[in-house]
């Protein structure tokens, strides 16, 4: 299951809708774009996450991705800093697993997404990390969400294990529910929060 709607190109955001990725994670100061990936296995909620942050919505009836689709929000910040999100949303099908590098080469920030009621996305989980820490950015942020927090009666990954798992690995950890809408924005606040600022020139 996945959240993908059938137009996964339109651009959400306040700011200007150009799709130039050449000054990635460039911009000003006050105004940052950032490349952002999200990685996890099928079926664990990535576009949900996805389409709740930019549009709100939830579909329980969407198609799964196919390839990777893409998205972009901007979130104003306390500080008055902008931060514009390009957001790369990958198929978690193992037949597109070789994609994936296409997707999270040069990205800033990493989400690495399972599903609390299956340990055999929090196994991917690590696999993805395992991969982001051999090939991707050195600095780049990662950040591991238990999504599906709505359904504790049925939660087989305890939070623990996200918590210790992240710790050493040196990523941030969060627990999320597409569905209610729970953590979403506070998951890419976090994230807007731990991106290196530019200084004023």
């Known amino acids: 299951m996945g959240c993908a709607s059938s ?5 959400v955001s306040r700011g200007s809708s150009s799709l130039n990725s050449a000054n990635e994670g460039a911009s000003d100061a006050k105004n940052l774009k950032v490349k952002l990936v999200l990685l996890g296995d099928s079926g ?5 996450i996805v ?15 196919v390839g990777a689709s893409f998205l972009s929000q901007t979130i104003a910040l306390q500080d ?3 931060v514009k999100f390009e957001i790369w949303d990958t198929a978690g099908q193992e037949r597109y697993a070789a994609l994936a590098p296409l997707y999270y ?7 690495i997404v399972y599903d609390i009621t299956s340990p055999e996305s929090f196994t991917k989980a690590q696999y ?6 051999k090939h991707g950015s050195p600095d780049i942020i ?16 305890p939070a623990q294990d996200g918590i210790e798992y992240a710790e050493k690995n040196g990523m941030f950890f969060i627990e999320t529910s597409a569905k209610t809408a729970d953590n979403i924005n506070q998951l890419f606040e976090e994230i807007a929060k731990r991106l290196p600022r530019l200084l004023p020139s």
């Open 7 to 11: 137009a996964p190109d339109r651009t």
């Open 44 to 48: 664990v909620g990535k576009s949900c």
């Open 51 to 65: 389409l709740r942050f930019v549009r709100g919505q939830f579909d329980p009836t969407s198609k799964v991705t």
């Open 80 to 82: 008055s800093s902008t």
């Open 105 to 111: 080469r040069g990205a800033a920030v990493a989400v």
């Open 128 to 133: 993805w990390v395992k991969e982001l820490q």
């Open 142 to 157: 990662m950040a591991l969400v238990g999504n599906k927090a709505d359904l504790q009666e049925r939660r087989e990954v």
